[in-house]
């Protein structure tokens, strides 16, 4: 192949790359748990904080979980529709374990940015951040 071509070529190759889009920025975000959270006396418990996302394209939730500090065990606490804009929201979730096994007093909070990723038909999971903060549930 003659030098002339072959230069030709890898030009035209470096400016498909130069001319290519960028590849979508990678899901991104930041969750934080506030200190405290609440306890009814029927066991209801609200837990909240703020959030902020990037890179949203299917559903995105605040996910969050409690349990003692002590235990292994973890009770779901509801889940609030995420807008991933960038700027900083605030989340709040309440639920009802099962079982009554929290009351008011030290707790371990995680809470989780997460979206449901549909390109493929099948929706995935995409975790754009996660935070587990101790925290304090007081009777409300």
Same mark, same amino acid.
């Given at each position: 192949?003659?030098?002339?071509?072959?230069?030709?070529?890898?030009?035209?190759?470096?400016? %498909?790359?130069?001319?290519? &889009?960028?590849? &979508?920025?990678?899901?991104?975000?930041?969750?934080? =748990?506030?200190?405290?959270? !609440?306890? !009814?006396?029927?066991?209801? =418990?609200?837990?909240?904080?703020?959030?902020?996302?990037?890179?949203?394209?299917?559903?995105?939730?605040? *996910? $969050?979980?409690?349990?003692? &500090? @002590? $235990?292994?065990?973890?009770?779901?606490?509801?889940?609030?529709?995420?807008?991933?804009?960038?700027?900083?929201?605030?989340?709040?979730?309440?639920?009802?374990? *099962?079982?009554? *096994? %929290?009351?008011?007093?030290?707790?371990?909070?995680?809470?989780?940015?997460?979206?449901?990723? !549909? @390109?493929?038909?099948? &929706? %995935?999971? =995409?975790?754009?951040?996660?935070?587990?903060?101790?925290?304090?549930?007081?009777?409300?």
């Amino acid at each position: 192949m003659p030098v002339r071509a072959a230069l030709g070529t890898t030009a035209a190759a470096a400016l %498909l790359l130069v001319a290519a &889009p960028a590849a &979508p920025a990678a899901p991104s975000g930041t969750v934080t =748990v506030d200190a405290t959270g !609440t306890i !009814t006396t029927d066991g209801t =418990v609200t837990l909240s904080g703020t959030y902020r996302c990037t890179g949203g394209k299917g559903p995105v939730f605040v *996910s $969050s979980s409690v349990g003692k &500090p @002590s $235990s292994g065990l973890r009770h779901g606490i509801g889940g609030t529709r995420a807008v991933c804009d960038g700027l900083e929201h605030r989340w709040q979730n309440t639920g009802k374990p *099962s079982a009554r *096994s %929290l009351e008011a007093g030290a707790a371990s909070v995680e809470a989780t940015i997460m979206e449901l990723d !549909t @390109s493929g038909g099948l &929706p %995935l999971p =995409v975790f754009h951040a996660a935070h587990q903060q101790d925290v304090t549930l007081v009777a409300g």
